[in-house]
């Protein structure tokens, strides 16, 4: 009889799920939402969760196994759960759906709309009721100089509240006001309507309406002109300089018609960056950077989609643009388009940028995500309390006996199943000791797993001979005289934790080397990139820790470096090799092969040149050039 794949206890009936749009919600047995999604088809969509458990995804696994009841809501289309899902997502916060940190240490220029007399100031305070804001900007003194070159064409209100108020009261203008760097109401030279005008006139031209100011400046200039009203001439004269030095600060990256946001996106397994361009009259008006947190595997696709929906689920009709330029198109791009149209009352394309300025501002953007990706990172390294926080919760996760303060990765790489080497890195209190990687050379192997079964075995026997790699050192002794000990070598300690590179075949081979080295003592476990599963020896499922973990990210970095590391020795002895092979044709210096494997690029190329195409590269004759044309082609 044919035994029933295992699923979960809580699995809907058949029939009982809808075949209409909507949005569903995964609980855990306390009723926390874990993740929220939506589908077009709810039946379809759902059915992917529970069909056999050994089929899903680790992660998708994971998620559906700690879940104890699924629900789901129908809409009426595609666009209601669009904006269903974003609206729960931001209520629950499920830790399974994306998470988003904006970066915070950009200042933004805002104007407050919601007061009085409105005011425009520099703050990194998204909150304030009622604001428009510009930016972010770089740095804090670009926002002081665009607001001092704006107030000479748009003199709005600069000074604090209390001095606002203070002035109005007593009827004295405030300080800025006396001296021109304020044009509120309290200067008594505008009224209150007339100020808030001023201020909309304000908000339209940093929104992208330069054009129109620009032409309107220039005729009442010309018209003062005409009249010989010089004196008001140069007014308008001194505010379209003002406006040229603000379009200045701004370069001119697309058509001047172009009001677009292009995103930027940058990603690895555990995390993505964004980089938000905003373009408002073919400039870029501002720059957003966002670093997202995944939990469940995502793809590129999707993530745009979370990605628009996070970045316009509280945008006003006039902060959307007419045109959205993403890296990837999602899904449900029609149902975006859709919905982004609701909400700004006008047409709203979603394109990728392909060719032109266009494709070239997505580079920029893109190098952008992924610098600031490795700044991410970096940051995580050099946070004490997270990497105790990752070798506390690697502890736990693998059952270890200590904290894994030496934790030694190895990794092999290989050119077709030659040329064979492997690394082994070194990390210390969750730090790389680079001083302490090391390199060997595999002359004869079947595999992989047969590489990683020698290379520990040869690791392991220093363990056992530290004397023979004792490095000599010069101690003083009391009265002066210098003698050479030698101590025991870094390569002789003991590591808490070894990692290798791979899945289970792998483990259970660095498990044999561990057994027949007869160091069981040491704690072992791979991990796999394609699902970034931890797999420990004799265990028929891997270990899934959380995305979001240190831990996690931990373990990535000692597999990423060691796989550098490996890759790295194996091209500067492929590199000595290649060099070896041309040193034996005589007259062939060491000066000539780098000219001339920096000139054909490789062997390959080298090999398939004609002997009159080498003797092109200055300092070859033809007699040379023959000579290196029949060594490497055996002629």
């Known amino acids: ?28 047995a306390d009723g926390r939402v874990l993740y929220v999604g939506k589908a077009k088809n709810l039946r379809a969509r759902l059915s992917n969760y529970f069909a056999p458990l050994r089929t899903l995804h680790e992660r998708t696994r994971r998620m559906v196994t700690t879940a104890a009841s699924v629900e789901w809501t129908v809409v009426a289309s595609d666009v209601d759960s669009l904006q269903l899902e974003y609206m729960w997502i931001k209520e629950f916060d499920p830790p399974f759906n994306v998470r988003y940190r904006d970066d915070k240490s950009y200042p933004f220029m805002a104007i407050t709309l919601g007061d009085e007399a409105p005011r425009v100031i520099v703050t990194r305070n998204r909150r304030i ?22 107030i000479k064409v748009f003199p709005i209100r600069t000074c604090s509240d209390s001095s606002y108020k203070k002035a109005m009261a007593s009827g004295r203008p405030c300080f800025p006001g006396q001296i021109g760097r304020c044009g509120g109401p309290c200067s008594m030279k505008v009224t209150i309507e007339e100020h808030r005008s001023i201020v909309e006139d304000f908000v339209a031209f940093m929104s992208g309406g330069d054009q129109r100011f620009t032409k309107e400046l220039t005729a009442r200039m010309r018209e003062a ?35 677009a946001d292009l995103f930027g996106i940058a990603e690895d397994e555990l995390a993505a960056t964004v980089q938000h361009f905003v373009i408002r009259g073919g400039r870029v008006r501002g720059v957003r950077a966002t670093t997202i947190e995944k939990e469940l ?49 006008k047409s709203v394309t979603i394109q990728i940028a392909q060719r032109g300025r266009k494709a070239e501002l997505m580079k920029t953007a893109s190098l952008n995500a992924q610098q600031a990706l490795m700044l991410h990172k970096t940051r995580r390294t050099s946070d004490y309390v997270a990497r105790s926080q990752a070798l506390t919760d690697l502890q736990e996760a693998l059952d270890l ?39 060997f050379k595999v002359e004869e192997t079947t595999d992989d797993t047969d590489s990683i079964y020698q290379v520990l075995r040869r690791r392991l026997a220093y363990l056992d001979r530290p004397e ?31 990692v290798v590179d791979g899945g289970k075949p792998q483990v259970e081979a660095a498990a044999r080397a561990l057994r027949d080295a007869g160091h069981q003592e040491i704690a072992l476990c791979g991990i796999a990139k394609r699902l970034e599963e931890v797999w420990m020896p004799g265990e028929e499922f891997p270990v899934i820790l959380p ?89």
């Open 1 to 28: 009889m044919a035994r029933t794949a295992p699923t979960v206890a809580y699995k809907p009936k058949p029939g009982e799920i809808p075949t209409n749009p909507g949005v569903y919600r995964f609980r855990d």
């Open 129 to 150: 009721p009622g604001a428009k804001y510009f930016g972010p900007y770089p740095k804090v003194w670009a926002v002081h100089d665009t607001i001092d070159l704006m």
């Open 225 to 259: 002109s005409a009249a010989m009203d010089y004196e008001a001439a140069a007014t308008y004269r001194d505010r379209l300089q003002a406006i040229d030095a603000v379009l200045n600060k701004s370069a001119l990256v697309l058509a001047s018609d172009t009001d």
């Open 297 to 345: 595997d995502i793809s590129g696709g999707d993530l745009v989609d979370q990605v628009l929906q996070r970045t316009y689920g509280n945008a006003s009709g006039p902060d959307i643009p007419r045109q959205v330029l993403v890296p990837s198109m999602p899904e449900d791009a029609a149902d975006l388009e859709e919905w982004l149209r609701e909400r700004r009352g």
């Open 401 to 439: 006996a200590e904290a894994p303060l030496r934790i030694e990765c190895f990794d092999v790489s290989h050119l077709g199943g030659t040329n064979v080497v492997a690394s082994m890195v070194v990390f210390e209190d969750g730090l790389p000791r680079k001083d302490q990687y090391r390199s």
């Open 468 to 498: 023979e790699n004792a490095e000599p050192q010069p101690e003083p002794t009391a009265d002066g005289e210098v003698v050479t000990e030698r101590r025991r070598a870094r390569f002789a300690y003991r590591p808490q934790l070894l």
């Open 547 to 635: 995305r979001t973990s240190e831990s996690l990210y931990l373990l990535q970095r000692l597999r990423d470096e060691a796989h550098r590391f490996a890759i790295t020795h194996q091209r500067k002895r492929r590199r000595r090799d290649i060099q070896s092979v041309l040193a034996e044709v005589p007259g062939l210096g060491d000066a000539r092969i780098k000219a001339l494997l920096r000139h054909f690029g490789s062997v390959a190329a080298l090999k398939e040149a004609s002997p009159e195409q080498i003797s092109e590269l200055p300092g070859v004759g033809p007699k040379l050039a023959s000579a290196i044309h029949a060594h490497l082609t055996g002629g």
